[in-house]
C-alpha cells in the first residue's frame, strides 16, 4: 500500500464526513439541536452548543480536506520525474524531433487550373 493510496482514503473519508456534517445542520436554524430541544432556553447536556460545534466541525473537516489534496500532490506515482527540456539539454535524438519542413517527395506542382483541363 503506496503512499497514494493511504491519501485517497483519508481524502474519501473526510468528504463522507464532511458530507455527513453538512447533511445534518439545518439552514433555517433548526437541524441537530432543535430536535434535542435546544432551539429554546433550555440546556439539556450541552446541546444549545450543537451549533457551534456543527459549524466549527465543518469548517475544520473543509481545512482538512484541503489540506490531504494538497499534500497529496507530492505522493502521485511518477509525479516527482524531470520536467527539462530534453531539446534544450542535448538529449534528443533525431527520432525524437519532430519533422518541421514539408514532404517534397511527391509532385505537388499541378495548379488548380491545371485540373479543371483548361
Known amino acids: 500500500m503506496?503512499?497514494?493510496?493511504?491519501f485517497l482514503i483519508l481524502?474519501?473519508?473526510?468528504?463522507?464526513?464532511?458530507?455527513?456534517v453538512v447533511m445534518?445542520?439545518?439552514p433555517k436554524g433548526g437541524g441537530l439541536s432543535s430536535s434535542f430541544g435546544g432551539?429554546?432556553?433550555?440546556?439539556l447536556g450541552g446541546v444549545k452548543k450543537t451549533t457551534d460545534f456543527l459549524d466549527k466541525s465543518t469548517w475544520a473537516?473543509?481545512?482538512l480536506l484541503l489540506a490531504l489534496i494538497l499534500a497529496s500532490n507530492f505522493a502521485i506515482p511518477g509525479a516527482g520525474g524531470s520536467q527539462d527540456s530534453k531539446v534544450i539539454n542535448g538529449?534528443?535524438?533525431e527520432n525524437s524531433?519532430?519533422?518541421t519542413t514539408p514532404d517534397t517527395s511527391t509532385d505537388d506542382t499541378a495548379t488548380p487550373a491545371d485540373s479543371?483541363?483548361?
Do not use: K, M, S
Open 2 to 6: 503506496n503512499t497514494f493510496t493511504i
Open 11 to 20: 481524502i474519501v473519508l473526510v468528504a463522507f464526513l464532511l458530507i455527513v
Open 24 to 26: 445534518v445542520q439545518n
Open 39 to 43: 432551539g429554546g432556553t433550555q440546556q
Open 61 to 63: 473537516l473543509a481545512t
Open 91 to 93: 538529449e534528443a535524438t
Open 97 to 99: 524531433i519532430p519533422a
Open 116 to 118: 479543371i483541363g483548361g
